[in-house]
């Protein structure tokens, strides 16, 4: 199985800031890696596919790089609804989700 | 977009069997896969398996092989997810979730999903 890895786990920051999330796939997943948002007693929510394509009515200052084993999402000028937690997941394989890094206030 | 909408919240016994109902409004599955994810309090997101509803096809997870069974109903757009000898450890919000057919068969992407359904295991 495919493990993916994510880090830091948490991330503290302030309104503006630009912040990025890194993870790590176990074993190449070429570029079959999303991005997930999730505030607290919600459904997850898509961000980002196939490593860098937004997803339809998700905000420019959302970006994904990467390939093979190594990921990033940046969030360019951090705005109060962005304060969730992020999840990578790898589709190369079926599913597997990071562990999720958590964005809080400063 | 599709919704989909799950059903309620369930308490179950350690070792009975509980099943989560999803249902697309609409009347129509418009997406390949539709898979279910749960996430225990407090933890992250963890994948059980899924179906594609035109051929009936699924796939699980390995830690659940066995001991899960995903079901499609065409004809009600409605997709169940039975998960059998229940433990503690399986408290979770269920989520099920849908997503499109990006060129290769074992691969899984989720871009609509449901409420979520509370499951709570407790003697």
């Known amino acids: 199985d495919i493990q993916m890895t994510q880090s830091p786990s948490t991330l503290s920051a302030s309104v503006g800031d630009r912040v990025t999330i890194t993870c790590r796939a176990s074993?190449?997943?070429?570029?079959?890696l999303a991005w997930y948002q999730q505030k607290p007693r919600r459904a997850p929510k898509l961000l980002i596919y196939?490593?860098?394509s937004l997803q339809s009515g998700v905000p420019s200052r959302f970006s994904g790089g990467g390939n093979g084993t190594e990921f990033t999402l940046t969030i360019s000028g951090l705005q109060p609804e962005d304060f969730a937690t992020y999840y990578c997941?790898?589709?190369?394989?079926?599913?597997?989700f990071g562990q999720g890094t958590k964005v809080e206030v400063k | 977009q599709v919704q989909l909408v799950q059903s309620g919240a369930e308490v179950k016994k350690p070792g009975s069997s509980v099943k989560v109902s999803c249902k697309a409004s609409?009347?129509?599955?418009?997406?390949?896969?539709l898979s279910w994810v749960r996430q225990a309090p407090g933890q992250g997101l963890e994948w059980i398996g899924r179906?594609?509803?035109?051929?009936?096809?699924?796939n699980y997870a390995q830690r659940f092989q066995g001991r899960v069974t995903i079901t499609a109903d065409k004809s009600t757009a409605t997709a169940d997810m039975e998960l059998s000898n229940l433990s503690s450890d399986d408290t979770a919000m269920y989520y099920c979730?849908?997503?499109?057919?990006?060129?290769?068969?074992?691969?899984?992407?989720?871009?609509?999903w449901g409420q979520g359904t509370q499951v709570t295991v407790s003697s």
């Open positions: 609409g009347g129509t599955f418009d997406s390949y896969s």
């Open positions: 179906i594609i509803p035109t051929v009936g096809i699924t």
């Open positions: 997941q790898q589709y190369n394989s079926y599913c597997t």
């Open positions: 196939r490593t860098s």
């Open positions: 074993q190449s997943i070429s570029r079959w």
């Open positions: 979730a849908t997503g499109p057919d990006v060129g290769f068969t074992n691969s899984v992407l989720m871009d609509n």
